[in-house]
């Protein structure tokens, strides 16, 4: 792991959120699901590994490497949670590059925060974390050379907002890369899908009181828009090319979209 530039990141993980690089913008919606994501913070990494037998590490990783982010390039992570994307991002730019990640949940920031302090104190300090709104950015136009957005379009409450927020703040030339479950139109994918929320997210969940959290997924996906709705969304907001690709055996997908 390469180490970053020397600003160390003082983020005490029990304390609330008054950091110097952590801003707090004030956020208006959705706070049932912020509440939501607020209550699975604490086991949420531990669940994500143990729950895909640790293969969403692969997924977040060819995201990223999709997005184009590069060495020196400021970079954005919209619902960053507890960072994993956000921690890829920094080390694909550097110590020239920036990155913000930008979250509501005001518990996943704090153990993203809390991530970058388990490290060394050279190590990730180009991050800056924002408590802010996905619907509603932080920043000016064209401010971002690439940007990821991780299992967090399927759960924001208005998807083609969010997209439009994404291609604003994006640079012209640059891309979003945007992770999730793939809402697969082939009944059996769907099926094996469903399947294992109901028989092993469910009940493994249960165990730390997260069932109806968990249970949750399941309505999300079929919610969610497939791959083609997905490209046909970026295209209409005002994207110049949107793919979708699936992987994992069309259990996830990627959008990948231009501006
Ligand atoms: C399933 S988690 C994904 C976290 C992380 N990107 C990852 O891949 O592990 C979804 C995240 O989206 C955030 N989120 C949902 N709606 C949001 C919104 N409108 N603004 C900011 N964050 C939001 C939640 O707080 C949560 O941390």
Redesign the pocket.
């Known amino acids: 792991m390469a180490c970053l530039h020397v600003i160390p990141a003082p983020f005490p993980s029990s304390r609330p959120l008054a950091s110097p690089n952590f801003r707090c913008r004030p956020?208006r919606?959705?706070t049932e699901?912020?509440a939501?994501?607020?209550r699975i913070?604490p086991v949420?990494?531990y669940l994500?590994d143990l729950l895909t037998l640790g293969q969403?590490r692969i997924f977040?990783r060819m995201a990223v490497s999709w997005s184009g982010a590069k060495m020196g390039d400021r970079v954005l992570?919209?619902?960053?949670?507890?960072?994993?994307?956000?921690f890829l991002l920094s080390e694909k730019v550097g110590s020239n590059g920036q990155v913000t990640g930008?979250?509501?949940?005001k518990e996943?920031?704090l153990i993203a925060s809390s991530r970058q302090n388990l490290r060394s104190k050279y190590c990730f300090s180009n991050i800056e974390w924002i408590e802010?709104?996905?619907?509603d950015l932080p920043f000016t136009d064209g401010s971002f050379d690439a940007i990821?957005?991780?299992?967090?379009l399927?759960?924001?409450?208005?998807r083609r907002k969010?997209m439009q927020e994404l291609l604003r703040v994006l640079k012209a030339g640059s891309r979003v890369s945007i992770?999730d479950f793939n809402k697969s139109d082939q009944f059996l994918t769907a099926s094996a899908v469903e399947w294992f929320i109901d028989n092993v997210v469910v009940p493994v969940a249960s165990g730390y009181g997260l069932s109806e959290e968990y249970r949750y997924l399941k309505s999300s996906i079929r919610e969610f828009l497939t791959g083609k709705e997905l490209e046909k969304l970026a295209l209409e907001v005002g994207f110049s090319s949107a793919r979708h690709y699936e992987i994992n055996g069309s259990f996830m997908g990627c959008l990948v979209a231009k501006r």
């Open positions: 956020v919606c959705a699901r912020q939501l994501f607020n913070a949420y990494d994500n969403h977040k992570d919209v619902c960053c949670g507890s960072g994993d994307l956000t930008v979250d509501f949940s996943q920031l802010g709104d996905a619907l990821t957005m991780g299992y967090g399927r759960n924001v409450v208005d969010a992770l």
